[in-house]
């Protein structure tokens, strides 16, 4: 979905070194979410914020941190990358009000070696 | 944890039907039956919710059963490019701080020619 785009779309790096994946929206939505994937297995959520002001963490937060730049901007840090970080990583976003559907970012590909 | 059961894998000829089942036995009276699908490796997306009617739109219909503790996804004619894997995922639709998505392993169609 154009609406919800992340940069870079792959990233190679090395063990130790410090990587931000980033994500922006346009759809206007108040809430932002980050979640990991990998390989055959379902979306792993590792932080997620529901205003500039309100962040919070997931099921997998542990080695990851975030900043809420602004409500369309959502990133994702890895302080010291490690090679079991390796995955897809995908940005979402859902709106304030209703049923929250969420959309997802087309993925960033990151491989730690 | 995941609250629903899908079958890993199912295939569909194209032009058919596909019938994709889910079990959610632990369903809450609140909580509605989401389904995504993830092509490849694009992120997630939405296809329909429904809380206890029967529902369609443009790419598919969702049939709940009466005790609302499982329910089938429906594309009425597959195609190649619905091949992909399918996610239901029950959740409280409404504005929840801290429930959010889980996504299991889900089922991996293949819509063979």
């Known amino acids: 979905d154009a609406d919800v785009t992340q940069t870079p779309r792959n990233r190679i790096t090395k063990t130790g070194k410090r990587i931000m994946l980033e994500c922006s929206q346009t759809?206007?939505?108040?809430?932002m979410y980050w979640y990991r994937q990998d390989p055959g297995l379902g979306l792993r959520l590792i932080y997620y914020s529901f205003d500039v002001k309100d962040i919070n963490k997931g099921e997998i937060s542990d080695g990851y941190s975030v900043s809420r730049q602004a409500q369309a901007k959502f990133s994702l840090s890895l302080e010291s990358a490690i090679p079991n970080q390796t995955a897809l990583y995908f940005c979402?976003?859902?709106?304030?009000?209703?049923?929250?559907?969420?959309?997802f970012g087309p993925g960033t590909r990151l491989l730690v070696l | 944890d995941a609250k629903t059961t899908q079958p890993p894998s199912m295939d569909c000829a194209e032009g058919r039907a596909a019938n994709l089942p889910c079990n959610h036995s632990?369903?809450?009276?609140?909580?509605?039956v989401y389904w995504y699908r993830q092509i490849h490796s694009q992120g997630p997306q939405y296809i329909i919710h429904?809380?206890?009617n029967n529902e369609t739109n443009e790419m598919a219909s969702l049939i709940i059963t009466e005790d609302r503790k499982s329910s089938t996804l429906i594309l009425p004619h597959a195609t190649l490019r619905d091949t992909a894997v399918y996610y239901c995922?029950?959740?409280?639709?409404?504005?929840?701080?801290?429930?959010?998505?889980?996504f299991g392993p889900g089922t991996r169609l293949s819509v063979l020619p």
């Open positions: 632990t369903i809450s009276g609140n909580e509605y």
């Open positions: 759809k206007g939505h108040d809430r």
């Open positions: 979402a976003t859902s709106g304030r009000q209703g049923l929250e559907t969420q959309y």
């Open positions: 995922i029950v959740r409280v639709g409404r504005d929840n701080y801290g429930q959010n998505f889980v």
């Open positions: 429904g809380l206890k």
